[in-house]
Protein backbone atom coordinates (compact mmCIF):
# COMPACT_ATOMS: atom_id res chain seq x y z
CA UNK A 1 0.00 0.00 0.00
CA UNK A 2 1.16 3.37 -1.02
CA UNK A 3 0.55 6.44 0.93
CA UNK A 4 0.97 10.04 0.60
CA UNK A 5 0.03 13.14 2.51
CA UNK A 6 0.32 16.49 1.10
CA UNK A 7 -1.00 20.11 1.86
CA UNK A 8 0.85 20.80 5.33
CA UNK A 9 2.01 24.37 5.77
CA UNK A 10 2.65 26.99 7.89
CA UNK A 11 -0.33 29.09 9.20
CA UNK A 12 -0.84 31.43 12.25
CA UNK A 13 -2.65 30.25 15.16
CA UNK A 14 -6.04 30.53 14.68
CA UNK A 15 -5.89 29.55 11.50
CA UNK A 16 -6.61 26.34 9.31
CA UNK A 17 -5.37 24.28 6.81
CA UNK A 18 -6.83 20.84 4.82
CA UNK A 19 -4.59 17.39 4.70
CA UNK A 20 -5.16 15.10 1.54
CA UNK A 21 -4.03 11.68 1.36
CA UNK A 22 -3.50 9.66 -1.62
CA UNK A 23 -3.90 5.98 -1.17
CA UNK A 24 -2.82 3.12 -4.14
CA UNK A 25 -2.16 -0.57 -3.94
CA UNK A 26 -4.66 -1.62 -1.51
CA UNK A 27 -8.79 -1.61 -1.55
CA UNK A 28 -9.20 1.58 -0.40
CA UNK A 29 -12.89 1.08 1.11
CA UNK A 30 -11.74 -2.25 2.45
CA UNK A 31 -9.96 -0.28 5.31
CA UNK A 32 -10.14 2.28 7.93
CA UNK A 33 -7.72 4.53 7.88
CA UNK A 34 -6.36 7.71 9.97
CA UNK A 35 -4.26 10.58 10.78
CA UNK A 36 -1.51 10.49 13.26
CA UNK A 37 1.05 13.27 14.15
CA UNK A 38 4.58 13.54 15.87
CA UNK A 39 5.34 16.74 17.47
CA UNK A 40 9.24 17.75 18.08
CA UNK A 41 10.43 15.29 20.57
CA UNK A 42 7.37 13.59 21.18
CA UNK A 43 5.91 9.96 20.16
CA UNK A 44 3.49 9.51 16.92
CA UNK A 45 -0.15 9.80 18.33
CA UNK A 46 -3.12 8.74 16.58
CA UNK A 47 -4.78 11.94 15.93
CA UNK A 48 -8.73 10.91 14.11
CA UNK A 49 -9.49 7.70 12.67
CA UNK A 50 -11.98 6.83 10.82
CA UNK A 51 -14.59 3.75 9.26
CA UNK A 52 -14.10 2.06 5.91
CA UNK A 53 -17.13 3.50 4.61
CA UNK A 54 -17.18 6.51 6.46
CA UNK A 55 -19.77 6.53 8.94
CA UNK A 56 -17.36 6.36 11.82
CA UNK A 57 -15.25 8.32 13.59
CA UNK A 58 -13.02 9.02 16.38
CA UNK A 59 -10.78 12.10 17.59
CA UNK A 60 -8.08 12.36 20.27
CA UNK A 61 -9.34 15.00 22.74
CA UNK A 62 -6.98 17.46 21.96
CA UNK A 63 -8.07 17.80 18.45
CA UNK A 64 -11.71 16.95 18.95
CA UNK A 65 -14.25 19.70 18.16
CA UNK A 66 -11.56 21.53 15.78
CA UNK A 67 -10.30 19.03 13.37
CA UNK A 68 -12.58 16.62 10.60
CA UNK A 69 -11.58 13.54 9.42
CA UNK A 70 -13.31 12.34 6.15
CA UNK A 71 -13.09 9.99 3.16
CA UNK A 72 -13.76 9.62 -0.15
CA UNK A 73 -13.60 5.92 -1.29
CA UNK A 74 -14.07 6.73 -5.21
CA UNK A 75 -11.40 8.65 -5.13
CA UNK A 76 -9.16 6.78 -2.56
CA UNK A 77 -8.27 9.90 -1.02
CA UNK A 78 -8.50 10.69 3.12
CA UNK A 79 -9.22 14.17 4.49
CA UNK A 80 -8.30 16.00 7.85
CA UNK A 81 -9.51 19.23 8.19
CA UNK A 82 -7.96 21.74 10.63
CA UNK A 83 -9.58 24.49 11.98
CA UNK A 84 -8.58 26.87 15.03
CA UNK A 85 -5.32 25.73 14.72
CA UNK A 86 -2.70 26.31 17.89
CA UNK A 87 1.13 25.97 18.36
CA UNK A 88 0.86 22.86 19.77
CA UNK A 89 -0.64 21.49 16.37
CA UNK A 90 2.89 21.82 15.04
CA UNK A 91 4.24 18.31 13.80
CA UNK A 92 4.35 15.66 10.62
CA UNK A 93 0.81 14.37 9.76
CA UNK A 94 0.72 11.35 8.15
CA UNK A 95 -1.95 8.92 6.66
CA UNK A 96 -1.90 5.47 7.48
CA UNK A 97 -4.44 2.21 6.88
CA UNK A 98 -5.36 -0.05 9.31
CA UNK A 99 -4.78 -3.65 9.73
CA UNK A 100 -8.86 -4.49 9.05
CA UNK A 101 -11.78 -2.22 10.67
CA UNK A 102 -11.33 -1.11 13.79
CA UNK A 103 -9.42 2.21 14.40
CA UNK A 104 -9.58 3.76 17.69
CA UNK A 105 -6.06 2.93 18.69
CA UNK A 106 -2.81 3.62 17.10
CA UNK A 107 -2.69 -0.71 16.99
CA UNK A 108 -5.63 -0.80 14.79
CA UNK A 109 -3.05 0.43 11.96
CA UNK A 110 -0.22 -0.66 10.46
CA UNK A 111 0.93 1.28 7.06
CA UNK A 112 1.84 4.93 7.15
CA UNK A 113 2.87 6.95 4.40
CA UNK A 114 5.21 10.12 4.27
CA UNK A 115 4.12 13.06 6.34
CA UNK A 116 3.81 16.28 5.63
CA UNK A 117 4.59 19.23 7.97
CA UNK A 118 2.45 21.40 10.03
CA UNK A 119 3.70 24.89 11.60
CA UNK A 120 1.34 26.77 13.61
CA UNK A 121 3.17 29.75 14.76
CA UNK A 122 1.46 32.00 18.10
Known amino acids: VQLQAYGGGSVQAGGYLRLSCAASGRTFRSYAMGWFRQAPGKERELVAG????????HYADSVKGRFIISRDNDKSTLYLQMNSLAPEDTGVYSC????????????????WGQGTQVTVSS
Open 96 to 111: ASSRGLNYRYSDDFAF
Open 50 to 57: ISSLGGGA
